[in-house]
């Protein structure tokens, strides 16, 4: 999913004699699309070799009059370190009774069209997504399928725009483009932080260059001395002004999740 932390939504490199890769990178940075990609590889080198994560969650729909909605589901993810692949992530709803069973999952590419498949009970069949509906809200939520893929670096292309105080830090503000052609985005802005480069805040701008929808992360956690994951997503549709929360209650790593786990015909005993 948007790999929340990793390359999300939302993984990245680490060895401690590499360590400083991402810092000398953005010094050796001539340009803002140099130095917007070094900020952006840092980002991922810091989080990778996680392996795989469970987390539970509750989704808070809410619509311009204020009227709110919940679920409970759980996300898996596994790490893939191949060439021209992305992590693979598995959502997994378990309230309320309408949406229960139903699990969606994603095989993140780099510039491939990810493949991505739902299963829903009420049908009894696993409907793949096409390439082309990849903009379409998941679930009813402010998130679209493609927010639901992981964020890898390839993904994209990138430009440092300028640094700047985000609250009590400093932070890069980047833009990222996506090279998708079927993307729902022209663009993505992101405040990521100077110290931990954990992502504060990203706009969205539609295929017209409206801003779209703003994602805010907070109430950040460190785990394994080495991973910070949020545990607070608030997505704000700026058009329909519709809202979705996602607050996580627990996350798990290295719970020993094999990419079997992973695959379209396990999709209906999903758990």
């Not at 490199?13 to 990609?37: D, H, N, S, W």
């Not at 709803?93 to 991505?116: E, I, M, N, Y």
């Not at 931990?196 to 992360?217: A, Q, V």
């Not at 695959?263 to 209906?268: H, I």
Request: glycine share 6%; proline share 4%.
């Amino acid at each position: 999913m948007y790999k929340m932390a990793k390359k999300v939504f939302f993984p990245l490199l680490v060895v401690t004699m590499i360590a400083p890769y991402g810092v000398m990178a953005q010094a050796r940075a001539e340009t803002p699309e140099e130095k917007g990609f070094a900020i952006a590889a840092e980002i991922d080198r810091r989080d990778e070799g996680f392996q795989d994560t469970v987390a539970i969650l509750e989704m808070t729909l809410s619509n311009r009059q204020g009227a709110k909605s919940h679920r409970k589901l759980k996300i898996k993810t596994f790490e893939m370190t191949g060439v021209g692949v992305g992590d693979k992530s598995l959502v997994i709803f378990d309230s309320p009774r309408d949406v229960k069973g139903t699990a969606f999952l994603t095989h993140s590419k780099v510039l491939d069209p990810d493949d991505q498949w739902i299963y829903l009970p009420a049908l009894g069949r696993i409907k793949r997504i096409s390439s082309s509906n990849k903009s379409g809200p998941f679930m009813g939520s402010e998130f679209s399928y493609e927010d639901m893929s992981s964020r890898e670096v390839g993904k994209y292309s990138y430009k440092w725009l300028r640094n700047e105080p985000c609250g009590e830090l400093m932070c890069y503000v980047i833009e990222a483009y996506p090279q998708y052609e079927k993307s729902g985005y022209t663009k993505l802005t992101s405040w990521i932080d100077m110290t931990e480069y954990r992502t504060w805040k990203t706009e969205f701008y539609n295929r017209r260059g409206d801003l779209f929808k703003i994602l805010k992360f907070s109430d950040y956690k460190l785990y394994l001395d080495k991973y910070w994951r949020p545990r607070d997503l608030f997505m704000e549709n700026k058009i329909t002004g519709k809202k979705t929360r996602l607050v996580w209650s627990r996350f798990d790593f290295q719970t020993n999740l094999s990419e079997n786990d992973f695959s379209k015909s396990r999709l209906k005993t999903a758990r």
